[in-house]
C-alpha cells in the first residue's frame, strides 16, 4: 500500500464547506502558525500564561497601560468596570509586587447658591456646608450657571487659586472664554441660577441670567435636566434674541403647557466636587507616611476620605511623560463628567486628580506625536458632548486647551460621520474612526497645528479599542471585515474564517471587542463576545501578519497591551478577573491548555472509491528546543461517506516521540484529521502527516 503526504494548507478557512477545504485547517483553537521557507508554515501550540500578580481584581478589567516613571520604576495601570452595580470601579497601578487604588473621587452637592464677588476681583468665594474642606488640591464642576457680580460661573474650575482654607467656603478663579481672569464687576451676596418663563401654548421661553454674555445665534446648554411649564429643558439650545444683557430667548422642543416661571435646577447650584489629596485633618504633618503627604509641623499622615469612586464601564489610559493619563468612560449616554485625570507615580497624591482646564467630558483621547498634546476626541466646549468634536492641548502643557495666537491648543470637528469611534497615535499620524471613515491628523504647526484628511470611506471602526499598529501598518475591525492602513492606504484584508466572528458576533456589546497586538509573533488578535457568551468576551480571530493567515479559538481577554516595559503581553481574563503575561509558560496559569486544529474533508479519486487507512505517522516537534521532549498529543480521525454526514471518529489516539505510527483501520470517502492536546507543561509542532492508503472498493 503506498503512503500519502498530508501538506497542510497554512491558515484556517471556515468560509470553505467542509470537502472544499481537502488540505486545509477548517477548526482551530489556540494554536499559531510557524514560518516555513517551503511555503507549509506549520502549526504549533500557542504561548501559555502565568499570573502578573496573585490578586483578583475588584470587577473586570477593561484597560491596562504599562510606562515606567524617571525613577526607573515600571508601573502597569489597571481600570475596571462597575457593572453590575454590586461591584466598584477601580483605577489602580501595579507597581512590583504592591497595588494602590487611585481611582478619582467625587461628591456632588444640589444645594441654595451661596457666593460672593468683589469689585475688580476675578476671585469668587463660595459656600457649601454640605461638601467641607476643600483644598487647593481639588477642583469644582459647576454645570448649573452661575450669575454674581457681574460674571457667570460654569464648567471646572481649580478650587482655592489663592490658597484659601476655610471648613465650608472656597474660591474659584473667574475666566472669561479665552481662560483669562475676568474681574467682576460688582461687589455682590446674591448669587442667581437662569430663570425660564413659559407662556402657555407657545414654544418661545424667556431666559433671566444676568450679564449671560450670549448673542444671537450662540448655544445656551442645559446640563441639569429641569422642568417648567410642562417642558423639559436639556441639551443645547441657540439664542433666539436678545432683549437686554440679563435676557434671551431660546425655543423649546415642544409648547408650553402653562404660564409660569421657574429657576434651572430648581434654583438649587449644583457642585461636583473632584478630590485629589484630601482635607488635612488634625496632627498631620512632615515626616509622617509618604513624600508629599501631611502638612508641615503635625504628625499623622493624610488619610483620603472625601467622596466617593468615580462610576466607569470602559477606561481609556495613557502616558504623559511619567504621569498617567486616564478618562473614565461609559456605555450610557450623558454622563454627567467625564474629564482627563493625571497621576504622577512620584507626587505622594493618593489618588488621580481631574485637569481643571480640561474639558469636562470626552468620549476618549490618546498622547500625539511629533509634538506631545492630549487630543481628545468626542468631546465639548460647553459640557454638552459633541460626537465629532476634536481638541487638543498645547504643547507640553496639558494644563491649556483654549486655542490663541500664542500657544498651539486648539480644535476640530469633523466634517462626516454620525460620531467619532475611536482615535489612536499611529505611524507617523494621529488617526480618528468615525462609523464610516478614517481621518488623518498631521501635525503642520501654526497657525492650523493639525490637519484633518479623510483618508478611507466606508472602512469604520466597530469598537473604541479595535484597532492596533504593528511594524508600521494599522490594523482594525470594521462592522463588517478587517481593515490595513499601510503606505498602500486603506486596503481591505480578506479574512477567510469570516464566518466564525461576524455570523456569532454579539451585536449589543461591541463596545468590549479589544485589538490585541502580539508583536513578539508578528500576530493581531481580535478578542469579541459571541452570542452564547452571555455579553461578555470570550472568543478571538487572529491575523499572522507576516504570513498571511488566520486562526480563531476559544478564550476571553477584555483587555490587553503588547510587549512593553514589563515584558511580554499582558491581558485581562474576564470570568476570573486576573490578570495574566503571555508567552511566559506552555500552559494556562497552571493548567493544561487545550490547543487543537482539525482539516477539512480529503478525498482519494474525487470520491470515486472508498479509501482503507491502515496507518499514520505523524512527523512533529515534542517539545522546546533543547529540553525533553516528553509531549503528547492526541489524534483523532473523523471518516465519513458524503460531507453533511455525521461522520465516524476513530480515536483520540495519543501519540509521542516514540510512536512509531497509529493504525485505525478504516474505510470511508472522506477523512478528516484533527490534533489536539491536554497535558501540562507540553509543546507541539506539526509538520507532515503521512498515512498508507488504498482504493477500497467503487463507491
Same mark, same amino acid.
Given at each position: 500500500?503506498?503512503?500519502?503526504?498530508?501538506?497542510?494548507?497554512?491558515?484556517?478557512?471556515?468560509?470553505?464547506?467542509?470537502?472544499? *477545504?481537502?488540505?486545509?485547517?477548517?477548526?482551530?483553537?489556540?494554536?499559531?502558525?510557524?514560518?516555513?521557507?517551503?511555503?507549509?508554515?506549520?502549526?504549533?501550540?500557542?504561548?501559555?500564561?502565568?499570573?502578573?500578580?496573585?490578586?483578583?481584581?475588584?470587577?473586570?478589567?477593561?484597560?491596562?497601560?504599562?510606562?515606567?516613571?524617571?525613577?526607573?520604576?515600571?508601573?502597569?495601570?489597571?481600570?475596571?468596570?462597575?457593572?453590575?452595580?454590586?461591584?466598584?470601579?477601580?483605577?489602580?497601578?501595579?507597581?512590583?509586587?504592591?497595588?494602590? *487604588?487611585?481611582?478619582?473621587?467625587?461628591?456632588?452637592?444640589?444645594?441654595?447658591?451661596?457666593?460672593?464677588?468683589?469689585?475688580?476681583?476675578?476671585?469668587?468665594?463660595?459656600?457649601?456646608?454640605?461638601?467641607?474642606?476643600?483644598?487647593?488640591?481639588?477642583?469644582?464642576?459647576?454645570?448649573?450657571?452661575?450669575?454674581?457680580?457681574?460674571?457667570?460661573?460654569?464648567?471646572?474650575?481649580?478650587?482655592?487659586?489663592?490658597?484659601?482654607?476655610?471648613?465650608?467656603?472656597?474660591?474659584?478663579?473667574?475666566?472669561?472664554?479665552?481662560?483669562?481672569?475676568?474681574?467682576?464687576?460688582?461687589?455682590?451676596?446674591?448669587?442667581?441660577?437662569?430663570?425660564?418663563?413659559?407662556?402657555?401654548?407657545?414654544?418661545?421661553?424667556?431666559?433671566?441670567?444676568?450679564?449671560?454674555?450670549?448673542?444671537?445665534?450662540?448655544?445656551?446648554?442645559?446640563?441639569?435636566?429641569?422642568?417648567?411649564?410642562?417642558?423639559?429643558?436639556?441639551?443645547?439650545?441657540?439664542?433666539?434674541?436678545?432683549?437686554?444683557?440679563?435676557?434671551?430667548?431660546? $425655543?423649546?422642543?415642544?409648547?408650553?403647557?402653562?404660564?409660569?416661571?421657574?429657576?434651572?435646577?430648581?434654583?438649587?447650584?449644583?457642585?461636583?466636587?473632584?478630590?485629589?489629596?484630601?482635607?488635612?485633618?488634625?496632627?498631620?504633618?512632615?515626616?509622617?507616611?509618604?513624600?508629599?503627604?501631611?502638612?508641615?509641623?503635625?504628625?499623622?499622615?493624610?488619610?483620603?476620605?472625601?467622596?466617593?469612586?468615580?462610576?466607569?464601564?470602559?477606561?481609556?489610559?495613557? *502616558?504623559?511623560?511619567?504621569?498617567?493619563?486616564?478618562?473614565?468612560?461609559?456605555?450610557?449616554?450623558?454622563?454627567?463628567?467625564?474629564?482627563?485625570?493625571?497621576?504622577?507615580?512620584?507626587?505622594?497624591?493618593?489618588?488621580?486628580?481631574?485637569?481643571?482646564?480640561?474639558?469636562?467630558?470626552?468620549?476618549?483621547?490618546?498622547?500625539?506625536?511629533?509634538?506631545?498634546?492630549?487630543?481628545?476626541?468626542?468631546?465639548?466646549?460647553?459640557?454638552?458632548?459633541?460626537?465629532?468634536?476634536?481638541?487638543?492641548?498645547?504643547?507640553?502643557?496639558?494644563?491649556?486647551?483654549?486655542?490663541?495666537?500664542?500657544?498651539?491648543?486648539?480644535?476640530?470637528?469633523?466634517?462626516?460621520?454620525?460620531?467619532?469611534?475611536?482615535?489612536?497615535?499611529?505611524?507617523?499620524?494621529?488617526?480618528?474612526?468615525?462609523?464610516?471613515?478614517?481621518?488623518?491628523?498631521?501635525?503642520?504647526?501654526?497657525?492650523?497645528?493639525?490637519?484633518?484628511?479623510?483618508?478611507?470611506?466606508?472602512?469604520?471602526?466597530?469598537?473604541?479599542?479595535?484597532?492596533?499598529?504593528?511594524?508600521?501598518?494599522?490594523?482594525?475591525?470594521?462592522?463588517?471585515?478587517?481593515?490595513?492602513?499601510?503606505?498602500?492606504?486603506?486596503?481591505?484584508?480578506?479574512?477567510?474564517?469570516?464566518?466564525?466572528?461576524?455570523?456569532?458576533?454579539?451585536?449589543?456589546?461591541?463596545?468590549?471587542?479589544?485589538?490585541?497586538?502580539?508583536?513578539?509573533?508578528?500576530?493581531?488578535?481580535?478578542?469579541?463576545?459571541?452570542?452564547?457568551?452571555?455579553?461578555?468576551?470570550?472568543?478571538?480571530?487572529?491575523?499572522?501578519?507576516?504570513?498571511?493567515?488566520?486562526?480563531?479559538?476559544?478564550?476571553?481577554?477584555?483587555?490587553?497591551?503588547?510587549?512593553?516595559?514589563?515584558?511580554?503581553?499582558?491581558?485581562?481574563?474576564?470570568?476570573?478577573?486576573?490578570?495574566?503575561?503571555?508567552?511566559?509558560?506552555?500552559?494556562?496559569?497552571?493548567?493544561?491548555?487545550?490547543?487543537?486544529?482539525? $482539516?477539512?474533508?480529503?478525498?482519494?479519486?474525487?470520491?470515486?472509491?472508498?479509501?482503507?487507512?491502515?496507518?499514520?505517522?505523524?512527523?512533529?516537534?515534542?517539545?522546546?528546543?533543547?529540553?525533553?521532549?516528553?509531549?503528547?498529543?492526541?489524534?483523532?480521525?473523523?471518516?465519513?461517506?458524503?460531507?453533511?454526514?455525521?461522520?465516524?471518529?476513530?480515536?483520540?489516539?495519543?501519540?509521542?516521540?516514540?510512536?512509531?505510527?497509529?493504525?485505525?483501520?478504516?474505510?470511508?470517502?472522506?477523512?478528516?484529521?484533527?490534533?489536539?492536546?491536554?497535558?501540562?507543561?507540553?509543546?507541539?509542532?506539526?509538520?507532515?502527516?503521512?498515512?498508507?492508503?488504498?482504493?477500497?472498493?467503487?463507491?
Amino acid at each position: 500500500m503506498p503512503h500519502v503526504a498530508l501538506r497542510i494548507i497554512p491558515g484556517v478557512n471556515t468560509n470553505e464547506t467542509p470537502a472544499m *477545504n481537502q488540505a486545509g485547517v477548517a477548526q482551530s483553537n489556540l494554536i499559531r502558525y510557524r514560518y516555513d521557507p517551503n511555503g507549509n508554515h506549520l502549526v504549533e501550540k500557542l504561548g501559555g500564561w502565568q499570573r502578573f500578580v496573585s490578586t483578583t481584581q475588584p470587577a473586570k478589567v477593561r484597560a491596562l497601560w504599562a510606562w515606567e516613571d524617571t525613577d526607573s520604576s515600571a508601573h502597569l495601570a489597571v481600570g475596571t468596570e462597575n457593572l453590575p452595580a454590586s461591584s466598584q470601579a477601580q483605577l489602580s497601578v501595579i507597581t512590583g509586587a504592591s497595588q494602590s *487604588n487611585i481611582t478619582p473621587r467625587t461628591a456632588t452637592d444640589n444645594v441654595t447658591p451661596a457666593a460672593s464677588s468683589t469689585s475688580g476681583s476675578a476671585i469668587i468665594t463660595i459656600t457649601d456646608a454640605t461638601t467641607t474642606g476643600i483644598t487647593s488640591y481639588d477642583s469644582v464642576y459647576i454645570p448649573t450657571q452661575i450669575s454674581i457680580g457681574g460674571v457667570v460661573l460654569f464648567g471646572l474650575y481649580a478650587c482655592n487659586p489663592d490658597g484659601h482654607i476655610n471648613t465650608t467656603t472656597y474660591t474659584v478663579q473667574a475666566v472669561d472664554a479665552l481662560g483669562n481672569a475676568l474681574a467682576a464687576t460688582a461687589s455682590s451676596t446674591s448669587p442667581a441660577l437662569p430663570q425660564f418663563a413659559t407662556t402657555s401654548g407657545s414654544s418661545t421661553v424667556t431666559v433671566t441670567l444676568a450679564n449671560h454674555g450670549y448673542a444671537v445665534g450662540s448655544d445656551f446648554p442645559v446640563l441639569v435636566a429641569t422642568t417648567v411649564g410642562g417642558v423639559t429643558f436639556y441639551g443645547r439650545y441657540p439664542v433666539q434674541s436678545v432683549p437686554s444683557s440679563s435676557t434671551f430667548t431660546i $425655543t423649546a422642543p415642544t409648547q408650553a403647557t402653562a404660564t409660569t416661571t421657574g429657576y434651572l435646577n430648581g434654583g438649587n447650584a449644583q457642585f461636583t466636587y473632584c478630590f485629589s489629596i484630601g482635607s488635612i485633618p488634625p496632627g498631620t504633618g512632615y515626616g509622617v507616611g509618604g513624600y508629599g503627604r501631611g502638612a508641615y509641623g503635625a504628625g499623622s499622615a493624610i488619610v483620603p476620605s472625601q467622596g466617593s469612586p468615580i462610576s466607569a464601564s470602559d477606561w481609556m489610559l495613557d *502616558n504623559w511623560g511619567q504621569i498617567l493619563v486616564a478618562c473614565n468612560t461609559s456605555t450610557s449616554a450623558g454622563a454627567p463628567l467625564q474629564p482627563l485625570w493625571v497621576w504622577d507615580p512620584t507626587s505622594g497624591s493618593p489618588y488621580a486628580q481631574v485637569i481643571p482646564q480640561a474639558p469636562p467630558y470626552n468620549a476618549g483621547f490618546f498622547v500625539a506625536m511629533p509634538e506631545r498634546q492630549i487630543i481628545a476626541w468626542g468631546s465639548t466646549t460647553d459640557g454638552i458632548p459633541d460626537p465629532l468634536l476634536v481638541r487638543w492641548c498645547d504643547i507640553s502643557n496639558y494644563a491649556s486647551w483654549i486655542g490663541t495666537v500664542q500657544n498651539q491648543a486648539g480644535q476640530y470637528r469633523l466634517t462626516r460621520g454620525s460620531q467619532i469611534v475611536g482615535g489612536m497615535q499611529g505611524p507617523q499620524q494621529g488617526l480618528l474612526w468615525t462609523d464610516v471613515g478614517l481621518w488623518s491628523m498631521q501635525y503642520v504647526n501654526q497657525p492650523y497645528i493639525w490637519s484633518f484628511n479623510e483618508i478611507g470611506v466606508g472602512c469604520g471602526l466597530i469598537a473604541k479599542k479595535a484597532a492596533g499598529a504593528l511594524n508600521g501598518v494599522v490594523y482594525w475591525m470594521g462592522p463588517s471585515q478587517f481593515y490595513a492602513l499601510s503606505g498602500e492606504g486603506v486596503t481591505p484584508i480578506p479574512c477567510p474564517v469570516w464566518d466564525v466572528i461576524f455570523q456569532d458576533l454579539d451585536t449589543t456589546n461591541l463596545g468590549k471587542i479589544r485589538c490585541a497586538v502580539n508583536s513578539l509573533f508578528g500576530e493581531v488578535a481580535w478578542y469579541y463576545p459571541t452570542t452564547a457568551s452571555g455579553g461578555e468576551v470570550a472568543a478571538y480571530v487572529k491575523f499572522n501578519v507576516q504570513l498571511g493567515v488566520w486562526d480563531y479559538g476559544a478564550l476571553g481577554r477584555s483587555a490587553w497591551i503588547d510587549q512593553s516595559v514589563l515584558g511580554p503581553p499582558i491581558g485581562a481574563d474576564p470570568p476570573t478577573r486576573l490578570i495574566y503575561q503571555h508567552e511566559t509558560s506552555p500552559d494556562a496559569d497552571g493548567q493544561a491548555m487545550l490547543p487543537s486544529f482539525r $482539516t477539512g474533508y480529503a478525498a482519494i479519486s474525487e470520491g470515486d472509491y472508498k479509501t482503507f487507512v491502515d496507518q499514520i505517522w505523524p512527523d512533529a516537534k515534542f517539545g522546546y528546543y533543547g529540553q525533553t521532549e516528553n509531549t503528547t498529543f492526541n489524534v483523532t480521525i473523523y471518516a465519513a461517506d458524503f460531507p453533511g454526514q455525521t461522520p465516524r471518529v476513530y480515536g483520540p489516539l495519543p501519540v509521542t516521540q516514540a510512536t512509531t505510527a497509529i493504525f485505525p483501520r478504516i474505510r470511508a470517502r472522506l477523512l478528516a484529521v484533527e490534533i489536539s492536546s491536554n497535558d501540562v507543561g507540553s509543546f507541539w509542532r506539526v509538520g507532515l502527516v503521512r498515512y498508507r492508503a488504498q482504493p477500497d472498493g467503487r463507491y
